[in-house]
């Protein structure tokens, strides 16, 4: 008799459901890390730009000037302030660090005020440096009656005020007369002459740090009256600037007798520069450096220095 013996039959199956595919799974999972992540670094910079454009933090909130002598820095930061008062795409704010515009600045404030050179630059996380040149549009004008702005052309702008009694220096003379029998009868003070102080530093606090022309020739100073010729009053400015730029001497006023060429600049050193208007301010002011270093070290005695000759120059 046979015996029949027991046997296993494998059968395999094309369908694809019967069984599970593991790298089908495990590449289903990392998609879906894949695209979580994604989601978390999108929304990661989403955060990370809302805080670097809306946050407090960097906001344009100290503005530091420097070189500033006439304008007022409140003025320079007001203005600054106005220029980043708006919002960018209607949403983000100007005065954001990384959106303030450093040559939007400068360009403005160019344009606003009397600047002759201006850096604009801006320091991590919310502070503007300024640093600027000013450029002279206005002259002190003194003379002897009343004292008044002028403008670059010459002409008066404003006047401030007249001369007081206390700007001169009044020389008197006592005369008596007798009668008859000897006796003193009249006792009577003369005045003999008077001369003008110019005290720059009173002026100069009241009206400003502007150069001051005291003109001896006492032309009456009417608002839109031509007072001094555009080349003398240029001049005057360059000299300024040269000394007051590019020296310790203390600039304190010029004296005009005339208009014939000549100026004298009186110092805070107490010696006196005469210097020559129709020729080229620059070419003196090299003399007088060359004078200061080679030739007059010790100034304490000095009276005058004379640049007003060609390729000459004398001193006392």
Request: glycine share 4%; charged share 25%.
């Amino acid at each position: 008799m046979k015996t029949k013996k027991n046997s296993k039959i494998y059968k395999f199956s094309d369908n694809k459901n019967s069984s599970s595919n593991p790298f089908k799974d495990k590449n289903k999972h990392n998609t879906l890390l894949y695209k979580f992540g994604f989601v978390i670094i999108i929304i990661s910079l989403f955060f990370t730009f809302k805080i670097i454009l809306f946050h407090n933090f960097f906001q344009v909130k100290f503005i530091h000037t420097s070189g500033l002598q006439r304008i007022e820095e409140q003025e320079i930061q007001d203005a600054v302030y106005g220029i980043m008062d708006y919002k960018k795409i209607f949403v983000i704010p100007a005065n954001n660090y990384f959106l303030v515009n450093v040559h939007e600045i400068r360009d403005i404030l160019t344009n606003r005020f009397p600047i002759k050179s201006i850096i604009v630059e801006k320091n991590f996380p919310n502070k503007i440096f300024i640093t600027l040149e000013e450029k002279i549009s206005t002259i002190i004008y003194d003379n002897g009656k009343n004292y008044a702005y002028i403008g670059l052309d010459g002409r008066v702008v404003e006047i401030v005020r007249q001369v007081g009694e206390d700007a001169w220096l009044i020389k008197n003379e006592i005369t008596t007369t007798t009668d008859m029998y000897g006796d003193e009868v009249i006792k009577e003070e003369k005045e003999i002459s008077r001369e003008h102080v110019v005290n720059f530093l009173d002026i100069t606090k009241e009206m400003g740090n502007y150069p001051i022309i005291y003109d001896k020739r006492g032309t009456d100073a009417l608002i839109n009256q031509s007072v001094l010729k555009k080349e003398t009053v240029q001049n005057i400015v360059e000299w300024y600037n040269l000394i007051n730029n590019n020296t310790d001497v203390i600039f304190k006023y010029v004296e005009l007798e005339n208009e014939l060429g000549n100026a004298i600049i009186k110092t805070g050193e107490g010696w006196d520069l005469y210097v020559s208007l129709e020729r080229n301010a620059e070419t003196q002011y090299r003399q007088l450096v060359i004078l200061l270093e080679e030739n007059i070290k010790d100034k304490t005695n000095l009276n005058y220095i004379d640049l007003r000759y060609q390729e000459r120059a004398y001193w006392k």
